[in-house]
């Protein structure tokens, strides 16, 4: 994922901080990020997310950073990508 993110390929969805217990981190805080084939491709689908109404959390979590399907095209409004 190191060269799409250098690619622009992805987008940051969300960010998890780490667990603290006693004000220590027990584990790493993370961001976490949907990545595509092609820089264009990511620009539709970071666009597409917002134009329909989903967060970009839940479109990975629960959508798996899927592309568009074509019931969901035809709603997306190219002109404002």
Known sequence: MGVQLLG????????????????????????????????????????AIVQLGWSAKSFRNEMGCRGLKISELSKVNFSKI
């Open 8 to 47: 622009k390929k992805c987008f940051k969805t969300h960010h998890e901080d780490c667990d603290k217990v006693f004000g220590v981190c027990t584990n790493r805080a993370k961001d976490f990020h949907c990545c595509y084939e092609s820089v264009i491709s990511r620009i539709i689908m970071e666009q």
